[in-house]
């Protein structure tokens, strides 16, 4: 299994980014999915997260900004962020539960200057 993410990067506030996390070795359609973030000196903590029944919840500080999703036909899930703040910045990871097991990515860093 391999969860490979992209599309982080430098931004200026207000801006807008859209990361990918392409899936391998699973069916993203079949999984709870999710994107973690991890500020520096902070927890890693949950962003957004999609069931296989396409019901999308938000940590507070996003909602209304940022929109997750996912292709199916490509296996592929996506983060759409606008309206970013300094206070977004950190990497960025995705996360597959497929019962019993979980699935990480390797990150990708998302810095929004001010």
């Known amino acids: 299994v391999q969860l490979q993410a992209s599309g982080g990067g430098l931004v200026q506030a207000r801006g807008s980014l859209r990361l990918s996390c392409a899936a391998s070795g699973i069916r993203l359609s079949r999984s709870r999915m999710a994107w973690y973030r991890q500020a520096p000196g902070k927890q890693r903590e949950l962003v957004a997260s999609?069931?296989?029944?396409?019901?999308?919840t938000y940590d507070d500080s996003v909602q209304g900004r940022f929109t997750i999703s996912r292709d199916n036909t490509k296996n592929t899930l996506y983060l759409q962020m606008t309206s970013l703040k300094p206070e977004d910045t950190g990497v960025y990871y995705c996360h597959a539960d497929i019962w019993p097991t979980v699935y990480w990515g390797q990150g990708t860093l998302v810095t929004v200057s001010s």
């Open positions: 999609i069931t296989d029944g396409d019901t999308a």
